[in-house]
């Protein structure tokens, strides 16, 4: 009962706050496999909030297209940090030397996430799909392997 009481003091004098983070051990499982699937994924929700009809809706299409935008949403957030985990984690300052560019590269993939949340267009999805897919071929390079 003292122990309790203890930590009931200890928590209100110094309160703490719930962290989330990725796993910083440095397992060394890394994969743009996911960021790819998400980029994908956003591109067919695209595909078909576009292909939705534009006049005489019915409630089951306003639920598609609720749902369809949903999950654009969803993935172009987790397209951004599957690459983010990727640049923070996966990628050291050597790779620089064979990818002079991979800041930049990253930088504009993760804007093309920002982007195809605001907006509903198959041009920008496809970049972004093109985008994680070089990000993709960089890793495999940088790992040493030819494996997509």
Same mark, same amino acid.
């Given at each position: 009962m003292m122990t309790r009481n203890l930590l009931f003091i200890i928590s209100k004098i110094?309160?703490?706050?719930?962290?989330?983070?990725?796993?910083?051990?440095?397992?060394?499982i890394?994969?743009?496999?996911p960021a790819q699937i998400a980029a994908q994924t956003v591109f067919k929700m695209?595909?078909?909030i576009i292909?939705?009809?534009?006049?005489?809706?019915?409630i089951g299409d306003k639920n @598609? *297209?609720?749902?369809?935008?949903?999950?654009?949403?969803?993935?172009?957030?987790k397209c951004k940090e599957e690459i983010l985990?990727?640049?923070?984690? *996966?990628?050291?300052?050597?790779h620089l030397k064979t990818f002079p560019n991979l800041h930049d590269i990253f930088w504009?993939?993760?804007k093309l996430c920002s982007i195809n949340k605001q907006e509903v267009s198959l041009e920008h999805?496809?970049?972004?799909?093109?985008?994680?897919?070089?990000?993709?071929?960089? *890793?495999?390079?940088? @790992?040493?392997s030819s494996k997509k």
């Open positions: 110094l309160p703490t706050k719930v962290a989330y983070a990725h796993c910083d051990v440095p397992c060394g890394y994969d743009p496999k695209v595909q078909l292909d939705l009809p534009t006049e005489n809706k019915t @598609k *297209f609720f749902r369809y935008v949903l999950t654009k949403e969803e993935h172009a957030r985990i990727l640049l923070t984690d *996966f990628f050291k300052p050597e504009k993939a993760a999805a496809q970049e972004l799909v093109k985008a994680v897919d070089e990000i993709a071929d960089m *890793f495999h390079m940088a @790992k040493g």
